[in-house]
């Protein structure tokens, strides 16, 4: 029998989100000029993959509706892949145009979020990304694509893992190169996530699986680490614990950066993000948003009793 942290890995790859979850939900509109300090402060801090904004219908996300000027404007820098979601044919010719060089598409296993979500069935959705991932893929972009509600639904409650790993085969034919798994409303518990990610992880290769974890009943951290020894190599995060879905009622903040990364680097495992930085990033996006944020890395600081 394998011994407790056998199996975590030596370096862990953060797909950080805050720019595109964290500000969509946020009740105020945050100017343009702003999130493009906050993306410059996670560069700094040594994040390599950023999601920064999502080219959907402005009237549905009014937060995000400078899509098209964040994207054109972020800092290019060797080595920073940007990312942003994107619904529908139309939102590929915005990421096209934008200079941006991946797109997430994203859908839910529950019919009732996905149609609240995007205005369509799974299946209509489904098809509608035959418009989208193969097209991009042709231009150049990568896409990855993500199944929200795997561990829960805000409107049906308990969903099949089968539909959702049924869902993630879909989204690979298409052509994404990497399936991250919701909970979208944070629902999740260790064991529920040791099942659900065994599953997955006995259909698909591990660096095509990642977790994308809401902090909602603070389990996130908890479900990471089960991820982890499982043999996830990819986690989605959102520095201070920003974030939310607008159409998951209640929905609360990602697994926080600073959490996350604190966890990674006190086991010994390597991220190449500077903890340090990303405090202060942290703190660029309190500042950004004019509120506290629920981190707790983010509240307590950085000092470990080894420092
Ligand atoms: P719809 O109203 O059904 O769209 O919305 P439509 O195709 O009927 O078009 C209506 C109008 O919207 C038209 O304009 C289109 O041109 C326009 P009009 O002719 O009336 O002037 N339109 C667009 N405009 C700009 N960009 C576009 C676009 N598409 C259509 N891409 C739609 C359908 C999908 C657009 C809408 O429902 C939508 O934008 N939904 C986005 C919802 C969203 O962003 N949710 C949050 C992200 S998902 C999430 O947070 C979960 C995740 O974090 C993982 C997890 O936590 O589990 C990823
Ligand atoms: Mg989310």
């Not at 893929?137 to 993500?146: H, P, Q, T």
């Not at 944070?186 to 290769?205: A, K």
């Amino acid at each position: 029998m394998s011994a407790l942290f056998d199996a975590v890995p030596d370096a862990v790859s953060v797909h950080e989100v805050s720019p595109r979850d964290g500000l969509q939900n946020e009740a105020a509109t945050v100017p343009t000029a702003r999130k493009l300090r906050l993306i410059e402060a996670l560069v700094a801090a040594g994040l390599r993959r950023i999601e920064v904004t999502s080219f959907v219908s402005p009237r549905w996300v009014p937060q995000l509706a400078d899509a098209d000027d964040v994207a054109r404007l972020v800092p290019r820098r060797e080595g920073v892949v940007y990312s942003a979601l994107c619904p529908n044919a139309k939102g590929l010719e915005r990421a096209l145009a934008s200079g941006i060089e991946e797109i997430g598409v994203f859908v839910s296993a529950s019919e009732t979020h996905n149609l609240k979500n995007v205005n369509k069935t799974v299946q209509a959705t489904l098809e509608g990304f035959r418009h989208v991932i193969a097209p991009a893929v042709a231009a150049g972009l990568r896409v990855r694509g993500y199944v929200s509600t795997v561990w829960g639904c805000p409107y049906e409650g308990a969903i099949d893992p089968r539909r959702a790993l049924e869902i993630a085969q879909e989204l690979r034919a298409q052509g994404c190169y990497q399936i991250s798994l919701g909970d979208t409303i944070g629902v999740g518990t260790p064991r529920q996530t040791h099942d659900l990610v065994r599953m997955f992880l006995s259909e698909m290769p591990n660096a095509e699986v990642a977790l994308h974890l809401h902090d909602t009943r603070g389990t996130a951290l908890a479900n990471a680490l089960v991820g982890l020894e499982l043999g996830i190599r990819t986690l989605d995060a959102s520095v201070g614990g920003l974030g939310g879905c607008p159409y998951a009622p209640g929905a609360a903040g990602n697994l926080a950066t600073e959490d996350l990364v604190f966890m990674l680097h006190g086991m010994g495992i390597a991220t190449d993000i500077d903890l340090d930085k990303l405090w202060e990033a942290g703190k660029v996006a309190e500042a950004v948003v004019g509120r506290e944020l629920p981190g707790k890395v983010h509240r307590a600081g950085v000092r470990s009793l080894s420092a």
